[in-house]
T-cell receptor, first 112, second 113 residues
Framework: TQLLEQSPQFLSIQEGENLTVYCNSS?????LQWYRQEPGEGPVLLVT?????EVKKLKRLTFQFGDARKDSSLHITAAQPGDTGLYLC????????????FGPGTSLSVIP | DSGVTQTPKHLITATGQRVTLRCSPR?????VYWYQQSLDQGLQFLIQ???????AKGNILERFSAQQFPDLHSELNLSSLELGDSALYFC????????????FGSGTRLTVV
């Protein structure tokens, strides 16, 4: 059973387009993290959101944590080829050591 | 360079063999996590250590074991290897709880033939 679901699974867009990827769960998380992973490399942390309703911006990337802390979205404005990669969301469960669970990822390809 | 060092980068071995993967966490990080990533399973949590003690276990097979040493480096031991164990194995570290996010190493690609 996948505790975290991501959609879409694959996304191929033209340079300059906008896109949104979603991360959903029926569980409540103490925090939610977004990572980007390139082929053959480890995931790199982009952002951590901890408060329900929180919005964080990182240049052209906007991250939002749902009010109920069960879901999140990542919006990319004017996508560039350098944005290509696997985007993973990860939720920290509210246990004594905040075990983190990863979603299956959204594979983004931005075509020049 | 993320600060988390994993060795070796690539490993090719035969079925039935045993291998050891090594991880040095980022300086100052006390927690080490091991993940397995395969195409059909995504990133699967294996085990977590904090300052030398096991803190959480995920879907780690009995053939696999790990430990964290006093200098905080960690080793993941995989034995009686099967073809299905072929995957990328990642180590990540964090200062304390995973709540604020992890720093990942670049992984070890294990191929069992």
């Amino acid at each position: 059973t996948q505790l975290l679901e991501q959609s879409p699974q694959f996304l191929s867009i033209q340079e300059g387009e906008n896109l949104t990827v979603y991360c959903n769960s029926s569980s409540v998380f103490s925090s939610l993290q977004w990572y980007r992973q390139e082929p053959g490399e480890g995931p790199v942390l982009l952002v951590t959101v901890v408060t329900g309703g929180e919005v964080k911006k990182l240049k052209r990337l906007t991250f939002q944590f749902g009010d109920a802390r069960k879901d999140s979205s990542l919006h990319i404005t004017a996508a560039q080829p350098g944005d290509t990669g696997l985007y993973l969301c990860a939720g920290a469960r509210k246990t004594s050591y905040d075990k983190v669970i990863f979603g299956p990822g959204t594979s983004l390809s931005v075509i020049p | 360079d993320s600060g988390v060092t994993q060795t070796p980068k690539h490993l090719i071995t035969a079925t039935g063999q045993r291998v050891t993967l090594r991880c040095s966490p980022r300086s100052g990080d006390l927690s080490v996590y091991w993940y397995q990533q395969s195409l059909d399973q995504g990133l699967q949590f294996l085990i977590q250590y904090y300052n030398g003690e096991e803190r959480a276990k995920g879907n780690i097979l009995e053939r696999f074991s790990a430990q964290q040493f006093p200098d905080l480096h960690s080793e993941l031991n995989l034995s009686s290897l099967e073809l299905g164990d072929s995957a990328l194995y990642f180590c990540a570290s964090s200062v304390g709880r995973g709540r604020v996010g992890y720093t990942f190493g670049s992984g070890t690609r294990l191929t069992v033939v």
